[in-house]
């Protein structure tokens, strides 16, 4: 299902009847003009026509280096779009192999975060991940970690990492599991997101901690970044400043990302039973018998009632 991006940092250069033209990585977007790294490592600004619009950072494109100017977009493997608004579904990110859902230890771990970004990240598809940050705050705090809910997602053989942006602590083994692919860190405002990709990439200026300018995202050119490494990862920080999480449009999206659930569905007694009062209900008697964390259900529930309250539920 999955295959990661295969050349991350440099792409090829081809001759065609035109002349030369480009494959290349797009780092970043800015309206009608994209930064794009050269197969030769360095950076060109280049020019969007408006019928090629839908490029976003991530994106593989082929551009004419003279006019600088994009002549095409290849295929994208998968997508990471957030709602902008009401209506209007915006592209951040394409060509994603992991994302990993960054929380802190305090106030508390967002649990149901975690579990609307899995059923998110398992649908585009990707492959996912939990970082705890902030550990340095967790110990003088008192607070033991791992948090035993935590195990819940260990179950589901996610690698959940704690690190410290600030004291460097589980940095170098982060690194070791974001290699040769390309990366995104989610999660809310606030808890180290650009701080640790700062931490990862020493060399490069990130704004942190720019939370709060009144006037949400007017004034922030933020936008997503690949930062392309030496050994062939990328990485991309979450852009903005307004927390996001990812819509479920249904329930089948739902059961995609309770895969530790569905296991134990096969015997329920309904083939459609949604685990929250039906008799004979094999996922909640797992949960009797601690073969399944009570928290996965009760997210489970949550997320269910969050469809059906919305009308969503139906599909
Ligand atoms: N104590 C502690 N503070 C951190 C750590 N990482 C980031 N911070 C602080 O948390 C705040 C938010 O960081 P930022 O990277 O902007 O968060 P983002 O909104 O997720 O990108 C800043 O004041 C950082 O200095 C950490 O590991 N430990
Ligand atoms: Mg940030
Ligand atoms: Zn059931």
Not at 114 to 120: A, E, K, Q, S
């Amino acid at each position: 299902m999955h295959r990661p991006t295969r050349a991350l940092r440099l792409l090829g250069n081809q001759r065609t009847p035109l002349g030369m033209t480009l494959r290349c990585r797009v780092v970043a977007r800015y309206g009608s003009e994209i930064d794009v790294l050269q197969p030769d490592g360095r950076v060109l600004r280049a020019n969007l026509r408006r019928k090629l619009d839908d490029v976003v950072c991530g994106d593989v494109v082929t551009v004419d280096p003279e006019e600088r100017v994009v002549l095409g977009r290849e295929p994208r493997r998968n997508q990471l779009t957030r709602r902008d608004g009401f209506i209007r579904l915006r592209t951040i990110a394409a060509n994603i192999d992991r994302v990993w859902i960054v929380v802190a230890p305090r106030p508390e771990i967002p649990h149901l975060l975690i579990d609307r970004f899995l059923v998110g990240i398992h649908n585009l598809p990707a492959e996912a991940g939990i970082v705890v940050n902030k550990a340095d705050l967790a110990r003088a705090g008192g607070g033991s970690l791992p948090d035993p809910d935590l195990s819940a997602y260990a179950q589901l053989s996610l690698p959940v990492l704690q690190v410290s942006a600030r004291t460097g602590k589980g940095i170098e083994a982060f690194r070791a599991a974001a290699a040769g692919v390309s990366n995104i860190l989610v999660g809310p405002s606030g808890v180290g997101k650009s701080s640790l990709i700062q931490a990862l990439l020493p060399g490069e200026r990130l704004r942190v901690g720019e939370i709060g300018h009144g006037g949400e995202g007017r004034h922030t050119t933020t936008t997503a970044r690949w930062y392309a490494t030496e050994d062939e990862a990328a990485w991309i920080d979450s852009p903005g400043v307004r927390d996001f999480s990812p819509e479920i449009d249904g329930v089948q999206q739902l059961v995609l990302g309770f895969p530790d659930l569905s296991e134990h569905a096969a015997g329920c007694r309904f083939r459609n039973c949604t685990h929250r009062a039906e008799p004979r209900c094999a996922v909640r008697d797992a949960v009797a018998r601690a073969l399944l964390p009570r928290a996965r259900l009760d997210a489970w529930l949550e997320l269910l009632e969050g469809l059906v309250q919305e009308g969503r539920s139906g599909s």
